[in-house]
């Protein structure tokens, strides 16, 4: 399955550590086969929860995955935006004798500047900061755009604000 780490574990990697009581994932999986593996997981005990956005939603399906221990891993089934060169821009990082795919720099600002959330813009500008050496900025504002004028906007202000880049 294609996948990329997204998230605080993405937030981690591209900035500043911060808590959350799960991890996410955008996977590229169809609505059927995220509704297939939500029963083979169920099957396996795990508690799943497969939800479908509306023709609105960016995200079109979330499928919700815990188990008996409280852990849990939400894999987005899309992002409207999101362009699918991002799972070929994954860094790969080392975790428990493996490695974990985790979304580009440029891809990861770009969603949260999408997002736009206070948690999210914090997140972007940290990445923004802590990788303003080998940051791609004309890659970052193209994906930007991909998300819509509101997420350019909100880019532009967090570039503006950390490198005092016009």
Sequence with gaps: MDYVVIGAIAASVHGIVRASFDADALVSLSRQRLKELASELAADGFQTELRVGDFDDPIPALLAISDSHG??????GGLRGLEPAAFSRTMQVPFKGTTMRVIGREDF????AFAGGPQ?????RNAILLGRDSLDLNLVRALAQRYGR???AALE??????????
Excluded at 157 to 166: D, F, I, R, S, Y
């Design 71 to 76: 852990n849990r891993v939400d894999l987005l």
């Design 157 to 166: 202000a967090l570039v503006k604000e950390t490198l005092g880049a016009p």
């Design 109 to 112: 600002i770009a969603m949260k």
């Design 150 to 152: 509101e997420a350019a």
């Design 120 to 124: 999210d813009l914090a997140d972007a």
